[in-house]
């Protein structure tokens, strides 16, 4: 268990590092209609892929995963609720980043909450 508090802690990059947990605004905005443009950024080892996943019950939505720079970001610009197909509620928000067989999740402490 000490090495995965180590890993979450860890930003650093390198061959040694690993896959940092990842982290960042994964929406630019928690309260929005179907048609507000968002903003999503998910920070993590480059090289990596990123995606951001949408849940509100049984039914789940993301964003396409995406590679992460040679920064430590991917990001994804002026999307809309709608266009990705997420209907009124409240979303939990979940990134997931993938790199040589190893995948690390982080959860929003808030949800992305979409209004009509």
């Given at each position: 268990?000490?090495?995965?508090?180590?890993?979450?802690?860890?930003?650093?990059?390198?061959?040694?590092?690993?896959?940092?947990?990842?982290?960042?605004?994964?929406?630019?905005?928690?309260?929005?209609?179907?048609?507000?443009?968002?903003?999503?950024?998910?920070?993590?080892?480059?090289?990596?892929?990123?995606?951001?996943?949408?849940?509100?019950?049984?039914?789940?939505?993301?964003?396409?995963?995406?590679?992460?720079?040679?920064?430590?970001?991917?990001?994804?610009?002026?999307?809309?609720?709608?266009?990705?197909?997420?209907?009124?509620?409240?979303?939990?928000?979940?990134?997931?980043a993938t790199?040589?067989?190893?995948?690390k999740n982080?959860?929003?402490?808030?949800?992305?909450?979409?209004?009509?």
């Amino acid at each position: 268990t000490s090495s995965i508090a180590k890993a979450s802690k860890d930003q650093g990059v390198g061959a040694n590092s690993g896959l940092v947990v990842p982290s960042g605004d994964f929406v630019s905005a928690h309260h929005v209609s179907l048609d507000t443009p968002i903003a999503s950024v998910c920070n993590t080892t480059p090289g990596a892929s990123c995606g951001i996943i949408f849940s509100n019950g049984s039914i789940t939505k993301s964003l396409p995963d995406t590679m992460v720079d040679s920064n430590g970001a991917a990001y994804w610009d002026n999307w809309t609720p709608r266009g990705i197909g997420l209907s009124a509620g409240s979303w939990q928000i979940k990134a997931t980043a993938t790199l040589g067989g190893q995948s690390k999740n982080a959860s929003d402490d808030s949800s992305l909450v979409v209004t009509l």
